[in-house]
Every structure is written in C-alpha cells, then in structure tokens.
C-alpha cells in the first residue's frame, strides 16, 4: 500500500544546533501536511505544501515539498529547548486519506 | 472555544470488559477519524467518518466499532479489549476529507488492556 518514509526516527542536538527531517513517497502526493507532538502532548497542524517545489517558513522553521511532489523535508535553524517533540509528516494521494509518516523525535541534549 | 474532546484521559481495563471512548468536536466539522499511536509506528487510522451515518474502515480497523449518529460526536468502542490493544488514542476532526484541511486532534485516550 502507500506509505510515506520519514527519516531519522530520532535526532539528539545540543541546543543552537539545526535539526532536519525527512519524508519520502514512492508515489506522487496531492499534498503534505506538517504536525508537531511535544511530549505527553497530541499532535499539532503546523503547515501544508500544495505546490510542486513549494518553500514556506514559520520563523526558525522552514518546508520544503520537492519538485517531483513526492518528498519533503523540514529544517530547524538554531534549534531551543521549545523545539523538543515528535515532528510528522502526513501525505495525501488522490483519496484523500492522509497516510502518516513514523515521525522524528527531536531530542536537545543536556 | 473551538476543541476536541475526549474522554476519558486514562482507562485501565480487563481482558474482554467493553468499553467506550468519547469523542466529541465543536466547530461543525464533518469528517472525523479515530488514531493509534504506538512507539515506533506513528499514527495508524483505525476508522474514519466522512459525515453523519457515514463510517469507513481505516488501516487497523480490527477489535474496533465506531458510529457516528450525529455531527458532533464519534465514539470509539471495543466491544472484547485484548492487550494488544494498549495503546494512545487520539480523535480528531477536520472541516472536511476532500479538501486541504487540517486535522485538529484531542488531547488522547491512554488505554491500558491487562
């Protein structure tokens, strides 16, 4: 079936550093759709990407939909303790049911 | 304000005693879904409401009933809970399925089956 592939499953920084996930479709997506999960938390709508190679940025942040629509990406720049949790992604084919990446734990080191 | 409910927090239960999870939105979305969260595997859907009277399958429907008899409410039941089904459970709703809406999720159901 479809599946959207996020890589890593876990990242440890030191605070300041930059952070990057990563997710990958073997089919071309409608869209993708970006959530944030702080610990003990549920999940958070942070942004969705429509257009092929589209760009946008929250601040410190910053998405990415590739050109083939078929991967995207989220950077962190100078990463704060605020930016700890699970970060997913969640694609959508043409059905319209978004099918989630396992998402990637961002974890600052002490 | 504008939020999903769910109820309850935490529930420890026994092997086979059913039971239910509440779920309940206030902003007139019409499409809700119900979701596992288990270590290492994401998000997996179990079931899904387009609108009222309207349910389907997700991908781990199975041990798991739903209904959806009014716009609001979408409540999770497992008539015979195993302990594989332990897990963190989340609702959420969207305005709609078909279009680019985002998903506004409660705050989860920690499920304990012993």
């Known amino acids: 079936g479809q599946q959207v592939m996020q890589i890593p499953q876990y990242q440890h920084v030191q605070e300041g550093e930059d952070f990057t996930t990563y997710c990958n479709s073997s089919?071309?997506?409608?869209?993708i759709q970006w959530y944030k999960q702080r610990p003990g938390g549920h999940p958070v709508f942070l942004i969705q990407?429509?257009?092929s190679g589209e760009v946008k940025k929250q601040k410190r942040l910053t998405f990415q939909f590739g050109e083939a629509k078929k991967n995207s990406s989220l950077h962190i720049t100078a990463t704060q303790t605020t930016d700890v949790g699970t970060y997913f992604c969640?694609?959508?084919?043409?059905?319209?049911?978004?099918?989630w990446g396992a998402g990637t734990k961002l974890i600052i080191k002490p | 304000e504008a939020q999903v409910t769910q109820n309850p927090r935490y529930l420890i239960t026994v092997t086979g005693k059913k039971l239910t999870v509440t779920c309940s939105q206030n902003?007139?979305?019409?499409?809700m879904s119900w979701y596992r969260q288990d270590p290492g595997l994401g998000l997996r859907q179990i079931y899904y409401?387009?609108?009222?009277?309207?349910?389907d399958k997700g991908d781990v429907p199975e041990g798991y009933k739903v209904s959806r008899k009014e716009k609001r409410n979408f409540p999770l039941i497992l008539e015979s809970p195993s302990p594989n089904q332990t897990s963190l459970y989340f609702c959420?709703?969207?305005?709609?399925?078909?279009?680019?809406?985002?998903?506004?999720f409660g705050n989860g159901t920690r499920l304990t089956v012993t």
């Open positions: 990407l429509v257009k």
């Open positions: 902003m007139n979305h019409e499409y």
């Open positions: 969640a694609g959508r084919w043409s059905n319209y049911q978004l099918i």
């Open positions: 959420a709703s969207s305005l709609a399925g078909q279009n680019n809406s985002p998903l506004h």
């Open positions: 409401s387009m609108n009222v009277e309207v349910t």
């Open positions: 089919t071309t997506l409608s869209n």
